[in-house]
């Protein structure tokens, strides 16, 4: 399946540990910043949402690690997204390049809490294959 978004990144020094490869919590960091890009060149960013009282939180992370990355490396993580009730499922893939390695999977279940309370997003709605929301710019 080709992903609805891809961010580029290279591997930094500083984001190994001892053993010259990522350290594991960092590939959080990369799926997060590819969620927020994802979400900001599609839709103004979290800030839009969270300046009208809609905030998307992470509920759940599955990471399955396969490969290591190292200093230097240059990878792209790629994101698709589904829905299951009021939960968006971010399905990504962190893929050295050039040969695109798989080196972890995750999988991020986000829920959005509107005004301080569980509910549905529409903006988010309109991301996915074949949903049309139409209450978009409410």
Sequence with gaps: MQA???QHFKVR?????????VNNAIYQHYT???RNEFLRTKLGGIDHFHQR??????ARLEMQF??????GDEFV????????GLKYLFSQDILRLPERKLCVHALTTVVCVVNGRLGRCDELDVLLPGVESENIGR
């Design 4 to 6: 609805q978004f891809e």
């Design 66 to 71: 396969k490969a290591p990355l190292r200093p």
């Design 53 to 58: 009282g809609i905030d998307t939180v992470v």
């Design 77 to 84: 993580c790629t994101l698709n997204v589904r829905k299951e």
């Design 13 to 21: 020094d500083y984001e190994c540990d001892l053993q010259g490869i």
């Design 32 to 34: 997060e910043h590819t």
